[in-house]
């Protein structure tokens, strides 16, 4: 039944490699995680680079490890030979017969079900799988969901999420052609950097988007991007009646990340009531558009009452459906550090110290902040400096920390003010993780 389609997304079956693009830095994840009986589940916002993660990670299957070609299934549940049985599950069973029938595999089978949400019962048939032996089963998908309580508590645990966000900086430099393999050649090529610092600041870490040159394409492919997640992922799957409310909202915010808000506020500026401004707010962050960034306080009743900070899951994105006829090029900015911490697994807050002063990031672990970070684009005039630097030395002050960090766009040096240890670091050192 299904055996045309399987032949024809598996053409690695002949022992041929897929041609792999930049590599992931998640893929070192990958590789633990196949060690291990658990599902992983690759989950991002569309276009991130998952399917591509997913084929790389065949590549190291066949290349590293041997696995023989036709032990490996891979299957876009999104191609439309599947589109009329996506509310039959037993349909995903039959395809998987059609495979053993075709391939007859020894030994463990890896099983790569891309967009595995397109079929509305799909974590039964996944269950069952993984409950069999001599299967590991790799699943893609472009929300949250494959996070969710119901998810979770139907697997108990069996699942490792791996998170793939668009292109990081360093992925970002490695597709316009600079390799980056020590601290040497980043201080070689930083002259380079700052300048890629800027177009990645403008144009985001989209994996398409690095290939094209105009800047008018890069945007209308951008808001296409976006308006596909809004019109036919969002709107359908949570039954939204004015899609256009849904658009308007996610535009305002976009453009106006890093910013505060409220939803009474938003209520206000976009006509809705609160109820549904949360609930649209909800939607944005399940299928990653949006992040929400919580005031760090120990009462969540008083994290709840604080005012929350937004960011985009892109900033060329955000620039490219944002109402903004000016860059704000220090938002774009701390939105890309926010995004950095993100990848690299922090429990974030923004700080806001006992005399109303504002600290962009504090980290949280072990029921404690860890470290405080600022973002200034420009500390170049004392002003500026003085603003930014005793905000973070004010609140380290207040967490009982001795070191703090100010990420800068060109900037670099150390402080030490009333005994606290300040950090000047440049953005392009920090994103590639160079900063230490």
């Given at each position: ?30 590789k633990e ?5 658990h ?5 991002g ?24 070609p ?11 030979r ?10 995903l ?6 495979y053993?029938?075709?391939a007859?595999?020894r ?15 799909w ?14 089963l ?5 929300n ?23 292109f990081?900086?360093?992925e ?8 980056l393999p020590?601290?040497v050649a980043?201080?070689?090529?930083r002259?380079?950097?700052r300048?890629?610092?800027d177009?990645y ?5 989209f ?5 094209i040159?105009s800047p ?16 036919q ?5 949570f ?15 976009a ?13 206000g500026?976009t ?5 549904t ?9 399940d ?5 929400t ?7 969540v ?13 892109d ?19 701390e939105?890309?550090?926010?995004l950095?911490?993100k ?12 005399n ?22 420009q500390v ?5 400096r003085?603003?930014e ?11 009982g ?5 100010v ?7 150390e ?5 606290k ?7 392009y ?8």
């Amino acid at each position: 039944m299904f055996e045309s389609v399987i032949v024809d997304q598996n053409p690695h079956w002949d022992g041929t490699l897929y041609q792999e693009g930049v590599p992931r830095s998640l893929l070192g994840k990958v590789k633990e995680y196949l060690d291990l009986p658990h599902i992983i589940a690759l989950v991002g916002v569309r276009r991130s680079g998952k399917s591509t993660l997913a084929r790389q990670t065949i590549n190291l299957l066949m290349r590293d490890r041997g696995v023989p070609p036709r032990n490996i299934l891979f299957l876009s549940l999104e191609q439309p030979r599947f589109s009329r049985y996506r509310n039959d599950v037993s349909y995903l069973e039959r395809a998987y017969e059609d495979y053993l029938k075709l391939a007859a595999p020894r030994e463990t089978v890896y099983c790569f079900l891309d967009e595995v949400h397109f079929f509305t019962e799909w974590q039964l048939f996944v269950k069952a799988k993984y409950e069999q032996k001599h299967i590991k089963l790799i699943v893609t998908g472009s929300n949250s969901h494959l996070l969710s309580s119901e998810f979770i508590t139907l697997l108990s645990g069996r699942a490792l999420p791996v998170e793939v966000y668009p292109f990081a900086f360093a992925e970002f430099a490695d597709a316009r052609g600079v390799q980056l393999p020590d601290t040497v050649a980043v201080t070689k090529e930083r002259n380079r950097l700052r300048g890629l610092l800027d177009e990645y600041l403008r144009h985001g870490g989209f994996p398409e988007i690095c290939d094209i040159e105009s800047p008018v394409i890069k945007q209308e492919i951008l808001v296409m991007y976006a308006r596909n997640i809004l019109y036919q992922d969002i709107a359908p799957r949570f039954a939204v009646k004015k899609a256009v409310d849904l658009e308007n909202l996610f535009f305002y915010l976009a453009s106006n990340i890093a910013s505060l808000y409220s939803y009474n506020k938003l209520a206000g500026l976009t006509g809705l009531n609160d109820k549904t401004v949360k609930e649209y707010l909800g939607y944005f962050s399940d299928a990653y558009l949006l992040f929400t960034l919580d005031s760090f306080a120990f009462s969540v009743k008083e994290q709840i009452k604080s005012p929350k900070k937004v960011y985009a899951i892109d900033t060329g994105m955000a620039g490219a459906v944002g109402f903004s006829f000016s860059e704000n090029l220090g938002h774009l900015l701390e939105n890309q550090v926010y995004l950095e911490l993100k990848r690299r697994g922090h429990e974030l807050y923004y700080y806001r110290t006992g005399n109303g002063l504002e600290v962009d990031f504090a980290g949280f672990s072990g029921g404690k902040i860890t470290h405080l970070t600022q973002v200034a684009h420009q500390v170049g005039d004392e002003k500026t400096r003085h603003r930014e630097v005793r905000s973070l030395v004010r609140a380290l002050e207040e967490t009982g920390l001795d070191q703090g960090v100010v990420v800068t766009h060109e900037e670099e040096g150390e402080l030490t003010v009333d005994g606290k240890h300040i950090i000047l670091t440049p953005a392009y050192r920090y994103l590639l993780g160079d900063d230490a």
